[in-house]
């Protein structure tokens, strides 16, 4: 059972509000984990959170991969854009070469993780009538597993990453 609520920001398509920035920020330090996917074409609207946070998303494109490893399993990306971090007490989950892809900040007694993909959470790259990518649903169990507390998950760094 998981111990922590979870609010998944799955690419923003409108900036989000300092209001709700705040309302963010305040869901993160009582204890919850906000799960953001964001490439470069959608930062403007994450931005202010993101800068408040001590993070932002490059306009390097990294394009599509496929073996990106994270908790132990190679997953996958549709369009990866790094995260710029700004922050010592950062996670990096995932990462290519010098660039995270995927990080973890505590606040408060919650988390907020970056996914540097607007993709990540879409159809194409999880599943879809024909095929499905299993490495990167159970990601994403491994994911909620690690920032809620839950009883499974591997470790969340993979060969070229690092991690708690």
């Given amino acids: 059972m998981y111990k922590r609520q979870v609010l998944v920001l799955n690419t923003p398509q409108q900036p989000i509000s300092r209001a709700k920035q705040r309302e963010l920020t ?18 403007p609207n994450c931005k202010g959170l993101l800068d408040a946070m001590g993070l932002g998303v490059d ?8 073996d990106r490893p994270a908790f132990g399993r190679p997953i ?7 995260i710029r ?10 990462a290519y070469d010098q660039w995270p892809l ?13 996914i540097g993909d607007s993709e990540f959470l879409h159809n194409k790259n ?16 491994d994911l909620l ?14 060969e070229g990453s690092t991690g708690p």
Wanted: hydrophobic content about 40%; aromatic content about 12%; glycine content about 14%.
């Fill in 26 to 43: 305040a869901f993160m330090e009582r204890g919850g984990v906000v799960i953001l996917t964001c490439g470069y074409k959608h930062y």
């Fill in 59 to 66: 306009s390097t494109p990294l394009g599509r991969f496929f």
């Fill in 76 to 82: 996958q990306f549709f369009s990866a854009w790094p």
């Fill in 85 to 94: 971090v700004h922050r010592s007490d950062a996670s990096i989950l995932c």
């Fill in 102 to 114: 995927i990080v973890d900040v505590p606040v408060g007694a919650g988390h907020l993780v970056v």
């Fill in 126 to 141: 999880l599943e879809s009538l024909e095929r499905y990518a299993l490495p990167n649903i159970e990601f994403l169990r």
């Fill in 145 to 158: 597993d690690y920032t809620t507390g839950g009883m499974g998950g591997g470790e969340p760094a993979g």
